[in-house]
């Protein structure tokens, strides 16, 4: 029998599985029409997952990315103090633009729930526009 690959940390994994999630909200967005403007913007708050435009709409979305189907669905992890702390992210990634940068009309916080089987294929996607 062969020796048996080290086994990966678990967040390690998590992250890998985060990364997957956050590639198929974006290839969803983009089907929907989005231009993703940033990914993962990291500030003093945390961290914004995608910025998306389609020109009518900017849209500050959170991933939330869970492997095997027996889990609970992803956006119930979704809570009032990240959704807080999501709001102040996209207030300072508004500030960061350049004076005169065009802003679309409407601003919304989407979140975009995935499931994924074992080997990281897709098996379900929810996407909450206007989530809070």
Known sequence: MPPRPPRRPASAHRAETGRRGEELAAAHLARRGFRILDRNVRGRYGEIDL???????????????????????????LGG?????????????????????????????????????AQGRLLALEHLEGAW
């Open 81 to 117: 103090a990240q959704r807080a702390r999501v709001r102040r992210l996209a207030l300072s990634w508004m500030r960061s633009r350049p004076p005169g940068a065009p802003r679309p009309p409407e601003v919304r916080f989407d979140a975009i729930g995935i499931v994924l089987d």
């Open 51 to 77: 910025v998306a435009s389609d020109g009518a709409v900017l849209a500050f979305v959170e991933v939330k990315t869970t492997r095997g189907a027996r889990r609970a669905p992803p956006l119930e992890r």
